[in-house]
């Protein structure tokens, strides 16, 4: 068996390692993928060792260099410390696949970076589900996807969006999981999805609930971030699936929902300082049979020294556009409201600091 997975690339390695196995063939065919990954990891490791002491003596004998006499550039082809994260994230799988290897993919990796999931090549399954995703209106995807095979016909997947109407990558793009189930005698899928803001995804990580557990009353759920590549993780509850929300939720949750604006550009003369949005708010059905419309949008900082200005939009064809702005960290503290006058009505909306929003209206008095 180790013959045969010595010539299997890292990413089938780590899907062996991580795969979900229920049969005692299944179990050691994980470890054996794990081991091998173990004797890269090491290779690595001392490959590593190797060029830091390459760069230790490169260093001194530039410092020793004659003045006057040119530095060398030699460098070798691929970083270190690349070298090293990526051994430290291996021994992470290796770690936790050998000490539980009947739980496969119910397991974290705690040393392993999340976005080192995007290391490897996209594979064509990569690529199918990518042409998958763009047709049920997950689009401006900007990293990824990549796939994961859970097993029994479903599959986790985790990319990156772009959160402006141009499919820009930004600081700014929202971490998106996705899981799907092949309909049985069809290529058709259904499932669920979440995509958090960065602030949110560094700090908490995001979750999408597979199904009941295999191991318990309670539910498995696909499990992202802070720290680690995507993981299963079993009979969880269902406080376990909810997360904090975010101002910026009221921009994300429009993308994630494919909202978006007819002419998303008109109202700016410099649509590449965008960093999120403009995505329509919805407030009632009052205000779209009104005519009135509303908006939020954030844009990139004017220096370097200040932050980005998230604003809040409110137009009609017959009134002059009103629009609010302030500092992110200023709405994260206070949330933003606008108001709005038309010919009959007065309009206030507001976002909170949660993302939710809050509206009013009144008759305007007659003069």
Known sequence: MHGELSQADDRELTRLAYARNETPDGQTRAVAASEELARRAAAVEAEAEEHEAYEDRGALSNAESPAGHPK???????????????????????????????????????SSEPLAIFDWPASAEDQEWAARLTEASFSNITLGPRVIDLGEDQFGIAYRASTVPDGRSTEWDLYCLVVADMLEGSSGWSGGSSCVVPSLFEAEGLNVTMGPSTEGAGL?????GPRGNPRVESDQTLDDTLKSRSLLDVIAVGYRGG????????????????????????????????????????????????????????????????????????????????????????????????????????PRRAD
């Open 72 to 110: 060398s550039e030699t460098s070798p082809p691929v970083s270190a410390r690349r070298r090293r994260m990526r051994a430290v994230g291996i021994v992470g799988v290796i770690a936790a696949v050998i000490v539980i290897p009947v739980v496969g993919w119910a397991v974290t990796q705690p």
């Open 220 to 224: 498995d759920l696909l499990t992202w």
């Open 259 to 362: 909202a978006a604006l007819a002419e998303p550009f008109d109202a700016f003369e410099e649509p590449e300082r965008l960093l999120m949005g403009p995505v329509p708010v919805f407030i009632s059905d009052r205000a779209t049979e009104a005519g009135v419309k509303f908006s939020a949008y954030m844009l990139e900082a004017v220096s370097v020294e200040s932050e980005p200005n998230f604003c809040l939009q409110a137009s009609h064809p017959d009134v002059r556009t009103a629009t609010s702005c302030a500092t992110l960290s200023r709405v994260e503290r206070a949330g933003i409201t606008t108001q709005l006058i038309t010919f009959d009505d007065v309009w206030t909306i507001g976002v909170n600091i949660d993302g939710s929003t809050s509206s009013s209206v009144f």
